[in-house]
């Protein structure tokens, strides 16, 4: 069982920037893809970035220049650095992992991310 708790999330300008964490209590970590996901009030949750077991990454188009998603497996914790964070950033953030090819993934609870002069 993978379990993930977020970390990272606050109220933020416009212009402002966050680092979102998501430490995982698994072993080999560097097996899973993992993914950040956003959901915001009213909206389906999204894809906003996604780093392969091979460190390969994917980005929405709505965050790419913006946002970068990274890990660490020594620390068993993925990261997603958030600069110039727009209102339209607002949403629940959550961490995902899965591993290659399997039909389970795991979710952590969110943390929330609030752009707002």
């Known amino acids: 069982q993978v379990q993930l708790m977020e970390s990272g999330g606050a109220l933020v300008q416009p212009g402002g920037s966050l680092r979102l964490s998501c430490a995982a209590s698994?072993?080999?970590?560097?097996?899973?893809?993992m993914g950040w996901y956003r959901q915001a009030p009213g909206k389906q949750r999204e894809l906003v970035a996604g780093i392969t077991s091979s460190h390969i990454t994917n980005y929405a188009y709505s965050v790419k220049g913006r946002f970068t998603i990274s890990r660490d497996n020594t620390k068993n914790t993925v990261y997603l650095q958030m600069n110039n964070l727009k209102p339209e950033d607002t949403a629940v953030y959550y961490c995902?992992?899965?591993?290659?090819?399997?039909?389970?993934?795991?979710w952590g609870q969110g943390t929330q991310v609030t752009v707002s002069s």
């Open positions: 698994v072993f080999l970590l560097r097996m899973y893809d």
């Open positions: 995902n992992a899965k591993l290659a090819g399997a039909k389970t993934d795991f």
